[in-house]
Structures are given as structure tokens and as C-alpha cells.
């Protein structure tokens, strides 16, 4: 499994997760462990065997449970968790958080890999790499880029995840550049003014400007306070957008 960010409720949402098979054993969609109390379903986190970690950026709400998984892994199922990492100054940076949180208890407990070795892990993907992308003040947020591969089922593409931004200028090249490529789109949209978020009609102006073919293929996630979620899927929708969904839907 490839997880992006661990933000405060990812554990337990991960934790109270089933996975749903076909009779072939593919995966076809999660349930959630409360609502069959009676049942031995496979457990989302007990059916991952290898673990891979990128963080866009270290915000509480990126990172808040991430101590609570690494200890999981460390002490329940005594597998290392491999962080993905852009550079050697980010390694280090999370080194440091991860031992104030108490969180690393030996070497072995968490692995490192470089982002663009993702690859090697996961041969669905052909092509990895981190952009670097304004946030706030003292912190960017890096972009994660998959390029996945075609197959007889899927026909390949970007994916694209932001993490959240505040840089326009960035994505607006990044879509103009690679508009006939992209796959899916997953970036974080606010539906009002915000100086460290993208604005939901800032981003509708640069798609209809660089990528108008593109508008069913970006997922807005990040609902601000204020809103309901189906407000949200209005205004994303007025775009062209779509929203992301809990992923406990079957």
C-alpha cells in the first residue's frame, strides 16, 4: 500500500476498514468493521504487508496519526514502514519528528526510499517524482506525480496529488504541460478566499483557460469550515469538478 499523508483520523478510519473480494480475490471496495460485528472479514491494515509512506507536508492534519500507524505496524505486526521521501533534508526533518513522537523504537522499525524509487516497488507505476509547491509561510508542500502504466484493463496516465498549496502559478503550468496525459487530479480547493489554499473558482478559471478537456478528472478535496458537503459538490460541480468520496462506499 502507498498512503499519502496520515492526517488525525486516518488510523482509525484505516483501522475500522474491511476489505470487500471478488471471487477471484480482487479488490472490489472496503466496509466498514462496526457494521458486521458478527463476521471475520479481512481487515484493511492486517491484508497490507509492505507499507509506503509520503507526506506532503508535516500540518497536524497531514501527519496526525501517524504515530499512532507506526506503532501498529512497529508492535502489532512487526513490519517496518518505508517512508517515501524528496530529498535528504525532508529525511532528516521527519526523523526528527518521528523521535519526539516517540515513534521510531530501533533502525528497524521504518525504512527510506527515495520518491522516484517508488517504481521498484510498485511496477504499476512507471514514473515517479515530487514537485514542490507553495503552502505557507516556513512550509511548502510537495507535489507527489505517478505516471501509471497501461495495461490491458486501463489505459495509463498522471496522477497528480497536490497536498495542499497556495501555488496557482505552479499547477496552472504543471496542467498546460500535461493536459493530454493526465489520468486524475487530486488537489486541495477552498471554496472561499484563503491565502494558503487553492480557490475553487481561481481553479476553474486556469482548467478552462490551459485543461477544459480535463474538468471530469479533478477531484477537489479539502471541505472548509462553513460548508456543508453537499454546498461543496455544488460549487465543484459548476466547474465541472468532482468531489472526493469517503471511501467506505461500495
Known amino acids: ?3 499519502i499523508d496520515c492526517g488525525s483520523t486516518v488510523f482509525q478510519e484505516m483501522a475500522l476498514k474491511s476489505v470487500l473480494l471478488d471471487e477471484y480475490q480482487n479488490l472490489t471496495g472496503f466496509c466498514d468493521l462496526r457494521d458486521k460485528p458478527n463476521d471475520k472479514p479481512l481487515s484493511l491494515l492486517d491484508g497490507v504487508n509492505s507499507l509506503f509512506v509520503y507526506i506532503t507536508h508535516t500540518h497536524g492534519d497531514h501527519v496526525g496519526s501517524l504515530a499512532t500507524l507506526l506503532d501498529y505496524f512497529q508492535w502489532r505486526r512487526r513490519k517496518p514502514v518505508t517512508f517515501v521521501v524528496t530529498d535528504e533534508s525532508l529525511k532528516a526533518y521527519l ?6 513522537q516517540n515513534s521510531i523504537e530501533d533502525k528497524k522499525s521504518i525504512a527510506w526510499m527515495n520518491v522516484e524509487d517508488l517504481p521498484v516497488a510498485f511496477p504499476d507505476i512507471q514514473r515517479a517524482e515530487a514537485i514542490s509547491l507553495k503552502h505557507t509561510v516556513g512550509m511548502d508542500s510537495h507535489a507527489l506525480v505517478l505516471e501509471l502504466k497501461q495495461t490491458a484493463g486501463f489505459s495509463g496516465g498522471l496522477l497528480f496529488y497536490t497536498g495542499d498549496t497556495s501555488d496557482i502559478k505552479t499547477v496552472k503550468e504543471f496542467l498546460a504541460k500535461n493536459c493530454s496525459r493526465i489520468y486524475r487530479v487530486y488537489i486541495d480547493v477552498t471554496t472561499v478566499a484563503s491565502p494558503v489554499h487553492i480557490n475553487m473558482a481561481t481553479l476553474g478559471t486556469i482548467v478552462a483557460e490551459v485543461a477544459p478537456d480535463i474538468c ?13 458537503r453537499d454546498e461543496y459538490e455544488y460549487h465543484a460541480g459548476k466547474y465541472g469538478f468532482n468531489v472526493v468520496k469517503p471511501w467506505n462506499i461500495q
Open 216 to 228: 471530469h478528472k479533478i477531484y477537489c478535496m479539502h471541505i472548509n469550515d462553513g460548508i456543508t
Open 1 to 3: 500500500m502507498l498512503l
Open 95 to 100: 526523523s526528527e519528528l518521528l523521535i519526539l
